[in-house]
C-alpha cells in the first residue's frame, strides 16, 4: 500500500488547495475529495488534509468531541498509523498534527503543531443562503449582510444570538468562516493562534485555512459582548479545573457531574496534582 | 545505483512549503532531487491539473515527464518558475478574481542567498512584525504590494536560495522598507 493511503496525485491536488487555503485565510478552497475506507460523515476531509501533510516525522494525535479514546478518535487514529506508521500520542503538546472534531484543545497550540478539523459544513452562509453560487458572489463581494440580519433577528427576540456552535467569524477582516462545529467556548481560541489551522470538508469539497497570528473575530454587534459557554461555580469531578469546557453528565442517582470534555487536558491536569 | 523516494522527498518538501507560507520571513530547508531543490519543489507542486511556465537553464523535461503540468505563458500559468527575479514575469502572472482569489500565479524564484533589502513584514503568520533581508530591491516591493493591495487578488512569492534554503511572501504580506 501506498505511504498514507491517497496516491500522489491525490495528495497533489489536497496540497494545492492548502497552499491556496493558506495564503487566502478563510476563504473556501475546491478540492477534487476522494473516496476513503470510512463512511462521509466520519471525517473524510480532515482524513484528506491529515494524509496529505502527514510524514514520517510527525506525532499524530487525534480527538473526537474531546477525547481521544471515542469510536472515531480511535478509528482514524489506527487507520492512519495503519497507513503511515506514523507515531501516535494523546498528548496535545507532544503532537505535531492534531486532527480534530468538535474541539479545540484545552492547552495552547504552538508554533510547530497544525490543527486539522473535520468539518461537516464548510460554508457559514448555507444557513442563509442556501444557493451555493449566490453565496460564492456574497463571499466575493464581502456581502454578509444576510449573517448580520440573522444576528439583529435573534439579538432582538431573544437577546442574543441563538448560535450555539458553529458561530460565524470573520477571518483577518475579509472572510466570514464556519469555524466547524466547535462550541462558542472554543471561538476565541481560533484569534491569533500560533498554530495552523486547516479545515477539510470532504463530501463538501472544501478546504480553508487560518494561519498563525491571524486575526480572527466572531461576528458581533459593537454594543453586544461575545458571551461563551459559562461553567461558574461548576467544577470537574475528576481533577478539580474549573476553567475548562465541561459535560453535564447524569449519574443512577439523578445526581449531575461535571467532567472536562478534554481528556488529556483532565488527565494531565490530574497526574500533576497526584505528583505534588 | 542510488534509489530515490520521490514521494518521501515530496512530502518532506510539502510541510516545508506549507510552513514557510503559514508563517511568511520563516525560512527552511529543501532535500534535492536530481541534485536540485528547485527541480524538487517543481516535482512537489506539479501534476496533470496545473499548468507551469519556465524560463532558466535547469532541465525540466525529466520533471515533466514524471509530473506530467500543463505548459502555459506567463499570463495563464497556475505556478511560474524563474532563475531570477524577473519583475516583467512578476507584473504578468494571473492575481485571480474576486470569485476564484485561487485561480493566481504562484512563483517560485531562485536566489543567491536571502541578502538584499531590508524589509519589515507584517500580515497572518507573522507574529507582530518581522524584520528580514530578502533578496528584492524597491520596485519590487512597490509591484508587489500593488498587485496585492486588493486582497484576496494577488500571488504568493517563493524565495529559494543556494543553499536549499527557502522563504515565502504571502499575498496577505505586506512590505514595508527599512
Known sequence: MRYAFLDEEAKKEIRRSILKAIAIPGYIVSFASRELPVARGWGTGGLQVTLAIINEEDNLKVIDQGCDGSVNAVNIRNFISSVTKVNTTTSTTDATIIQTRHRIPEIHLEENQTLVFQVPMPDILETVEPNISKAKLLHANADYSKLWVLLYEDTSQFGDSRISNRYPVMVNNRYAMDPSPIPKYDTPKLNNCKALQIFGAGREKKIYAIPPYTNVVPLKFEDREFKVESFENKVCSRCGSTHSFLDEVYDDNGDIHYYCNDTDFCDTNLKSKENK | ?178
Open chain 2, 1 to 178: 545505483m542510488k534509489s530515490v523516494d520521490i514521494e518521501k522527498l515530496n512530502r518532506e518538501n510539502f510541510r516545508s512549503m506549507m510552513n514557510v507560507l503559514s508563517m511568511p520571513g520563516k525560512i527552511e530547508k529543501i532535500e534535492e532531487l536530481f541534485n536540485s531543490s528547485f527541480l524538487a519543489i517543481a516535482n512537489t507542486l506539479l501534476y496533470s491539473e496545473v499548468s507551469f511556465y519556465y524560463e532558466g537553464k535547469e532541465e525540466f523535461e525529466l520533471i515533466k515527464a514524471i509530473t506530467n503540468p500543463k505548459e502555459a505563458d506567463t499570463k495563464n500559468a497556475d505556478y511560474i518558475f524563474c532563475d531570477e527575479l524577473n519583475e516583467f514575469i512578476f507584473n504578468q502572472g494571473k492575481i485571480g478574481t474576486s470569485i476564484d482569489p485561487e485561480r493566481s500565479s504562484t512563483y517560485i524564484v531562485k536566489c543567491k542567498n536571502f541578502k538584499g533589502l531590508n524589509v519589515r513584514l507584517t500580515g497572518p503568520g507573522i507574529n507582530e512584525r518581522k524584520d528580514i533581508s530578502l533578496p528584492i530591491n524597491e520596485s519590487f516591493v512597490n509591484s508587489f504590494n500593488e498587485k496585492n493591495s486588493y486582497f484576496p487578488l494577488g500571488n504568493e512569492v517563493f524565495f529559494l536560495n543556494e543553499e536549499n534554503e527557502i522563504l515565502a511572501i504571502s499575498r496577505t504580506t505586506k512590505l514595508e522598507i527599512l
